[in-house]
């Protein structure tokens, strides 16, 4: 495997570095509103300079960049120490499957405001009976004439408050059709007979909501693909997690150098400095397969092959590794790590003490563990169904 960029792809990678450089937009503000404000304001500028969606094609904003180059543009922002932009579940994920699976009409409507951060997207799949269990989905849209009604609840909706439209999967035919009876509509966030009731998450967080339907109406102009292939529109949006993975190698590998860099970290002792040693080295190594891992995934998916089953491997991989790290940096930083960011005497900010907790969440998003053990079990190693 060669591990170099290719020319166009090192072309690719300085023009989007000296384009950062330039626009540089400051640093991250710690308050959660105004961060997201400054996701939002950088977003609008890197659409303007083309940036917003690399992947997508020239002629809605994008650069047409292939795996490779998505997989750059996102190596850069964490190395520039820049957060994702605000509206990525629509670019990342709903913006994609609007270009397969949307009409030229929706597709005008929707896909500028999205690159903009003009109107924010959420997507809405998860229920409380539909999470590992996708294809339980019951919230119910019922055609009546050019509409369809909408009644049902979502949960854990990332930016649910401040989306103005759902990428909303919705049951259309019977509870025993599973996959074949879903479909996908895009509700507007700010309609009649839909409430947003933001949650807060372990770390004291809003990122998510529940979402409640009743009847809230959506014209049949604004579903997506035909009814009863909700399914495969659905999982078009998930596809984006491939790119994103390794990136996730990116940022552990920052958060261990910043680790590193602590005193704490290298005890006199020799027993407390063997142990030490192992930790870090476990982790270092953890990392480096995250990272080679995501680049064979890349490699398949370039050649036009499905990059399995590294991408369940490397999202495996990551959530344990994430988890592991601040395990390893408070048991260095003794009493003083658990302070939480806010508290002047918190080393590093306190990003240790929140990651503690807010990386809970890597074993649950995106698949939790438990399934993807499943599926890898059955599906790469053959062993019988559980
Ligand atoms: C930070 C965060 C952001 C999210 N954002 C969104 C979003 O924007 N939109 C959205 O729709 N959803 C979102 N989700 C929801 C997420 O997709 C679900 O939480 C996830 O799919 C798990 O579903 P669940 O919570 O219903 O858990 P369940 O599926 O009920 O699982 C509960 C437990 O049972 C285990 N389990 C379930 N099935 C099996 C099985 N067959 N074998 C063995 N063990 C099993 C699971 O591993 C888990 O430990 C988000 C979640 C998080 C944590």
């Given amino acids: 495997m060669d591990f170099d960029d290719a020319p166009q792809d090192k072309a690719f990678r300085d023009e989007f570095r000296a384009w950062l450089a330039s626009h540089r937009p400051g640093e991250v503000p710690a308050d959660a509103a105004e961060a997201f404000a400054f996701r939002r304001a950088m977003q609008r500028e890197m659409a303007a300079g083309g940036w917003a969606a690399p992947g997508w094609p020239r002629a809605w904003g994008g650069r047409e960049a292939s795996v490779s180059q998505s997989i750059?543009?996102?190596?850069?922002?964490?190395?520039?120490?820049?957060?994702?932009?605000?509206?990525?579940?629509?670019?990342?994920?709903?913006?994609?499957?609007?270009?397969?699976?949307?009409?030229?009409?929706?597709r005008a409507r929707w896909l500028p405001a999205m690159?903009?951060?003009?109107?924010?997207?959420?997507?809405?799949?998860?229920?409380?009976?539909?999470?590992?269990?996708?294809?339980?989905?019951?919230?119910r849209a019922a055609r009546s004439g050019d509409e369809y009604v909408v009644n049902g609840q979502k949960i854990?909706?990332?930016?649910?408050g401040e989306a103005d439209r759902c990428f909303l999967l919705c049951r259309t035919g019977g509870a025993d059709e599973r996959h074949r009876g879903l479909t996908v509509l895009v509700a507007d966030m700010r309609a009649r007979g839909v409430e947003?009731?933001?949650?807060?998450?372990?770390?004291?967080?809003?990122?998510?909501?529940?979402?409640?339907?009743?009847?809230?109406?959506?014209?049949?102009?604004?579903?997506?693909?035909?009814?009863?292939?909700?399914?495969?529109?659905?999982?078009?949006?998930?596809?984006?997690?491939?790119?994103?993975?390794?990136?996730?190698?990116?940022?552990?590998?920052?958060?261990?150098?910043?680790?590193?860099?602590?005193?704490?970290?290298?005890?006199?002792?020799?027993?407390?400095?063997a142990l030490r040693a192992q930790q870090v080295g476990a982790l270092y190594t953890a990392i480096e397969i995250i990272r080679l891992t995501a680049l064979r995934a890349v490699t398949k998916a370039a050649r036009g092959e499905d990059p399995w089953p590294e991408t369940p491997i490397g999202k495996l991989l990551w959530s344990v590794t994430a988890q592991e790290l601040p395990e390893v940096a408070l048991s260095a930083l003794g009493m003083e790590g658990l302070l939480w960011p806010g508290d002047a005497r918190a080393p590093d900010g306190g990003r240790w003490a929140l990651d503690e907790i807010a990386m809970r969440m890597t074993t649950i998003a995106a698949g939790t563990t438990e399934v993807q053990k499943n599926v890898l079990a059955e599906r790469a190693l053959g062993l019988p169904r559980g």
């Avoid at 399914?231 to 997690?241: D, K």
Wanted: hydrophobic share 45%.
């Fill in 156 to 160: 854990w909706i990332s930016y649910g």
């Fill in 72 to 106: 750059i543009y996102q190596e850069e922002l964490a190395l520039a120490g820049l957060p994702p932009i605000a509206n990525a579940i629509g670019v990342w994920n709903v913006g994609p499957a609007l270009l397969v699976h949307g009409t030229d009409e929706q």
């Fill in 196 to 273: 947003v009731r933001p949650l807060r998450d372990i770390a004291g967080a809003r990122g998510f909501s529940e979402v409640f339907f009743t009847d809230a109406v959506v014209p049949v102009a604004d579903r997506i693909g035909e009814e009863g292939e909700g399914w495969s529109v659905a999982m078009s949006t998930l596809a984006h997690e491939r790119v994103g993975a390794i990136t996730y190698g990116i940022q552990l590998r920052q958060k261990l150098d910043a680790l590193l860099a602590r005193p704490e970290m290298w005890p006199e002792e020799p027993v407390a400095s």
């Fill in 115 to 139: 690159l903009r951060a003009d109107e924010m997207w959420c997507q809405g799949f998860s229920e409380p009976d539909a999470g590992s269990d996708l294809a339980n989905v019951q919230t």
